[in-house]
């Protein structure tokens, strides 16, 4: 995957505050990006700084090989969504609001595209209901339609569950999903990890305005060197693995056997003294914990 947005040594103060600090960062081509962070952790500020909303101190970001330019809004040609709450004009239903938009932008779109667009989003029956009277949630699917009016190579996306029920944050995970299977990288920012564990690829976790971990999802929720065997004979193999030096067991559930390897010794090589002895195992797969145990061990360390 080649790097779509990178972000180098990017600083930003207010006053004495400083909100970001020499933050390093980086969105693949294809990929969704989970941005993670306590709150007053630098996120709101990091996305209105990407941007341009906000001026940074130092530090470059750039988009697409090209640095993005503050007032030059063609050095970040395919990149949209939004900040916190995206805007609209209140007194105007959704469809006119998406209908301004196209003449503001000076681009010329069928009102089939506009429709499809609400209906991507879930909003086909609010299409001619004033914005003033949306909830959050609605105001950012709207916000999600606009930004895809004109499909961005990335969209960013501040809190996008925030403010929907159940069934709509199902429906905003389909959609990313949906979103990134037809060739959009997506950077998202939510509180809700247990969300982000289900459709990220990689996970920046920031803390006090620095970037404390960035890594694919499975590196942060795998255990190292702890795996589960699923076998047909579990006493025969605790009594196998017991009698060998190079690891141990940690928890038997049913069928399954946990299994901790303390030396330098592979999966592989378990399975095979399993199965030349006589056991038959049936599946092999590493011990995952939660994103959000991850994401508290290292705010906590940090």
């Known amino acids: 995957m080649t790097h779509l947005l990178t972000i180098r040594g990017l600083t930003k103060r207010f006053g004495t505050f400083t909100a970001l600090d020499r933050l390093d960062m980086s969105v693949k081509e294809g990929e969704v990006y989970g941005l993670l962070g306590p709150?007053?952790?630098?996120?709101?500020?990091?996305?209105?700084?990407?941007?341009?909303?906000?001026?940074p101190d130092s530090g470059e970001i750039q988009f697409n090989g090209k640095k993005i330019m503050p007032g030059r809004p063609e050095t970040a040609q395919g990149l949209d969504g939004f900040v916190d709450t995206p805007a609209f004009f209140p007194h105007l239903s959704a469809i006119d609001n998406l209908r301004l938009s196209v003449r503001r932008r000076a681009r010329r779109l069928s009102e089939q595209v506009l429709w499809e667009k609400l209906e991507q989003v879930g909003l086909t029956d609010a299409a001619e209901r004033k914005v003033g009277g949306f909830s959050t949630g609605m105001k950012k699917r709207l916000g999600i339609a606009r930004a895809l009016l004109i499909p961005p190579r990335l969209l960013i996306l501040d809190e996008p569950t925030s403010?929907?029920?159940?069934?709509?944050?199902?429906?905003?995970?389909?959609?990313?999903?949906?979103?990134?299977?037809a060739g959009v990288s997506i950077l998202l920012s939510s509180h809700i990890l247990s969300e982000v564990e289900q459709i990220a690829d990689r996970v920046g976790i920031i803390d006090h305005g620095r970037m404390v971990r960035e890594d694919w999802l499975d590196a942060l929720t795998v255990t190292p060197n702890t795996h589960w065997f699923t076998v047909d004979d579990v006493i025969s193999a605790i009594s196998l693995l017991s009698a060998h030096d190079g690891f141990v067991v940690d928890r038997v559930e049913g069928n399954a056997i946990q299994i901790r390897l303390t030396s330098r010794l592979s999966p592989a090589y378990v399975n095979r003294l399993l199965v030349e002895?006589?056991?038959?195992?049936?599946?092999?797969?590493?011990?995952?914990?939660?994103?959000?145990?991850?994401?508290?061990?290292?705010?906590?360390i940090h």
Do not use: S
């Open 39 to 55: 709150n007053g952790a630098g996120k709101t500020t990091l996305l209105a700084t990407i941007f341009g909303l906000l001026l």
């Open 277 to 300: 002895n006589g056991v038959l195992v049936q599946a092999i797969h590493p011990e995952k914990n939660h994103l959000e145990d991850t994401f508290f061990r290292i705010i906590g």
């Open 163 to 181: 403010g929907l029920d159940p069934n709509g944050v199902k429906d905003m995970r389909q959609l990313v999903l949906d979103l990134k299977k």
